[in-house]
């Protein structure tokens, strides 16, 4: 039996891992979520409900929907590495015929798929609300978080034992430093360029998750980030230690 | 004892090796640098077919030695290779039986699907796997346990387990880092057994241990390291052992006590028919109880104050302070 087959076969105990670790907590926090902010607002706004996007509800299903999205991204990945490492689990798990490298990235793709998964249970419970609100576009726009962000969170997992904490504070820094310095045309303005785009999201999710449609250049800003440091999480991973 | 590897250097030097350290060093620098040696200069070799046992007090660096050879640790120097390759090469290969002293397995799995998980990533196939999980269960005695969570298991039972996975597969190489702590005599006495059931020419053991008298019993060599240094390799065979001046035996007579002294005029009687002498060598040990048998006393038991291994480790680690 090769060792990229019996790999495969183990993603279903990875899938499992999700669902219990990570999934029943996003799917719960989710529904909270919605149903704290979107159902007080369908009572209050119901006289002014009207189909499609000039809904006032839209606007703000739309923010109720990025923000899971990135809750999810951030409980999927926390601790995607570095929990292994910190607790000793890689000990027994890589004195078997594993590649680190491959064990990992099949862990982050596993994970992806189960919080598009648990996006599709989400979303689907949002369209009973909003008939309008398309599944589709909204697991198109949480496949492109999960690569930005979770890409990072990975690269920080491998990094650090704190990676969830470091997660949160790389991305929100970035919001807080950009909004501060990005309109400035001085040098600070230039090095904040250098962190992740999160200041695209707002508009990505208006438009991918409205229309199905976001700019390109967006688009591949928001996924080669996250894809680069993806990457760099793996080659951190290849040379060095699994032990501290 | 039969199959085990001569313990002359001669053999050592022409056998097929399997693991080798050479050179090798590790320091461990913290944040604000300040930097340990945990291993300096370490160079050793093991071969097919041979148990190593590497003993050392607590701190020497053994486990550190284990997780470079595992390739969880780079060396900072030299290098160790398996079977000519990298570790993590030969390993994402091969794979490798390995305990480790800290049995870490994710608390929330029961302890049979943790050996199906582990089983399944050791490439065991889908047909396979109920009959080796059931087959090491059965070797560890852990069958009332296998429906168990992990963190309701017992330190022994978990050592068990630990001890179950290491076993799943037919490995060449097998690590086994302080092995039988936490076990009961019974279950310390059938890991003994079973090491020895698992004893074959074509296969590699490694155990680190404090208990020297388990490696004694089970290890052809024992690597003593002290503060990261390889202090001496000693072979435990006795056919090899030097006479060690004034080693001390207790001999425990059944009868005859009054012949003790005239063949061992500095007996020290201990009580209970128990004596405590001094001999030059193993020759004058056998020779003296030959005579006092001649004499018709009735030998119960004669034991070392000291193994040999105790007694060279306790050299090699004064030494080293």
């Known amino acids: 039996m090769s060792r990229v087959s019996s790999l495969a076969r183990y993603s279903l105990w990875q899938f499992r891992d999700f669902v219990v670790e990570r999934g029943v907590a996003i799917l719960i926090i989710g529904c909270l979520y919605n149903y704290v902010l979107m159902a007080p607002l369908r009572g209050a706004l119901a006289s002014q409900i009207v189909p499609g996007r000039a809904n006032p509800m839209w606007g703000i299903a739309l923010q109720v929907a990025s923000t899971v999205v990135s809750l999810s991204v951030l409980i999927a990945v926390n601790g995607i590495v570095s929990t292994d490492r910190k607790l000793g689990y890689y000990r027994f798990l890589f004195s078997k015929p594993v590649n680190p490298v491959l064990y990992y990235t099949q862990t982050f793709f596993v994970y992806m798929v189960g919080v598009l998964a648990s996006m599709l249970v989400l979303s689907s419970l949002l369209r009973t609300i909003l008939p309008t609100f398309s599944i589709l576009n909204f697991l198109l726009y949480t496949a492109l978080i999960y690569v930005a962000m979770g890409g990072i969170g990975f690269f920080l997992s491998v990094a650090t034992h704190y990676d969830w904490l470091s997660l949160a504070v790389v991305w929100l820094g970035s919001r807080v430093l950009r909004s501060l310095y990005g309109p400035k045309n001085d040098w600070r303005s230039k090095l904040v360029e250098l962190l992740p785009p999160v200041h695209k999201l707002d508009d990505v999710a208006n438009t991918l998750i409205g229309t199905g449609t976001a700019h390109a250049t967006d688009v591949l800003w928001l996924f080669g980030y996250g894809a680069l440091f993806f990457a760099l999480g793996l080659v951190a991973l290849r040379w060095g230690s699994l032990a501290d | ?321």
């Not at chain 2, 398996?82 to 490798?96: A, C, D, K, T, V």
């Open chain 2, 1 to 321: 004892m039969a199959g085990l590897p001569p313990t002359d250097d001669a053999y050592y030097r022409t056998a097929a090796l399997v693991i080798e350290f050479r050179n090798v060093g590790k320091i461990y620098k913290s944040l604000l640098g300040n930097s340990v040696k945990a291993v300096e200069e370490f160079s050793l070799t093991v071969v097919d077919g041979e148990i190593l046992g590497i003993a050392g007090p607590n701190g020497a660096g053994k486990t550190t030695l284990i997780a470079m050879m595992l390739g969880y640790l780079r060396p900072t120097t030299g290098a160790v290779e398996i079977n000519g390759l990298p570790p993590r090469q030969y390993i994402e290969r091969n794979g490798i039986g390995y305990l480790s002293e800290l049995i870490a397995i994710n608390p929330k799995w029961r302890a049979e699907t943790a050996l199906v998980r582990f089983a399944t990533l050791a490439g065991i196939s889908r047909s396979e796997i109920r009959q080796r999980v059931g087959y090491v269960i059965d070797l560890l005695g852990l069958d009332e346990h296998r429906n168990k969570k992990v963190k309701a298991l017992s330190k022994g039972n978990l050592q068990r387990l630990g001890l179950a996975q290491a076993f799943l597969r037919d490995e060449q190489i097998l690590v086994l880092d302080e092995p039988t702590h936490g076990l009961d005599p019974v279950w310390t006495q059938r890991f003994r057994d079973v090491v020895e059931e698992l004893r074959r020419p074509d296969r590699t053991i490694l155990i680190a241990s404090h208990n020297l008298d388990e490696l004694q019993r089970l290890a052809d060599r024992v690597a003593i390291i002290d503060r990261g240094r390889l202090q001496r390799v000693v072979s435990t065979g006795y056919e090899n052992t030097a006479p060690v001046a004034g080693t001390r035996y207790r001999v425990t007579l059944a009868s005859g006590h009054e012949f003790i002294r005239a063949v061992f005029p500095q007996a020290e009687d201990a009580g209970r028919g128990e004596y405590d002498v001094t001999v030059r060598s193993i020759k004058d040990l056998n020779a003296a109880l030959a005579d006092l048998i001649s004499r018709g006393a009735l030998i119960a038991s004669v034991v070392p104050e000291r193994s040999v291994l105790e007694q060279q480790f306790r050299e090699a680690v004064g030494e080293s302070q």
